[in-house]
């Protein structure tokens, strides 16, 4: 119930910009498929994830570094620093959750999307664990004044990016993990997944119990 509640502050904080970010969420996939029809599928559903996790949770973080004496309340309270990291990661899973509904419905709108698979959901937050995993301990670290820009360039070259990477995937030989059945391997990806959110959750709690909110 704690952990909900900290959550739900996250959201009130970025209230005005859910809606708009909500928008941008549903547009990303239709602009693809009319662009870039090739990349109408996972990879728009990736970029989606990516717009929305990150400009939220920077939004927050803008949030706390303009008002730090939030943070130095919140841990006076009975509220653990541990339960403020924690809420940091359920917030970023959240809006997750919220983008596969919202794509999941675009896929029953628009068939040329494709299906909507429980593989594809995997493999996309195994992308997003890896990019929380690394940039959530960076920001309890240094700060968000010295990693707004790391934002920015995530944003800006993922359109490059992600696409490379399909094609890099597509001339991967993985006929090595092919005889593994498929439920199987979503599952192996789906518990690396957790273990490296779980692995940044505990650097990130670390980091921040050090740090001084004087």
Known sequence: MMLFHLIKKDFLIVKKYVLLMMVVVILIPPFMLWRIPEFAGSVSFLLSEIFAIFML??????????????????????????????????????????CCVIYWIETLVFPAFGRF??????????????????????????????????????????????????????SLDFSSISVIPSEALYGIVALLSLIVLFLSMLISTKIYNQADLA
């Open 57 to 98: 949770l920077q939004y927050v973080s803008l949030k706390e570094f303009q008002y730090p004496k939030a943070s130095t309340l919140l841990c006076a309270t009975p509220y653990p620093r541990k339960a403020l990291v924690q809420s940091k990661y359920g917030f970023c899973i959240s809006i997750y959750a919220i």
């Open 117 to 170: 698979s429980f593989g594809m959901g995997v493999i996309v937050f195994f992308v997003i664990s890896v990019f929380l995993g690394i940039y959530l301990p960076i920001q309890f670290k240094l700060g968000y004044e010295k990693t707004k820009f790391f934002f920015a360039v995530i944003i800006m070259a993922s359109p490059f990016l992600i696409p490379q990477l399909v094609k890099l995937n597509y």
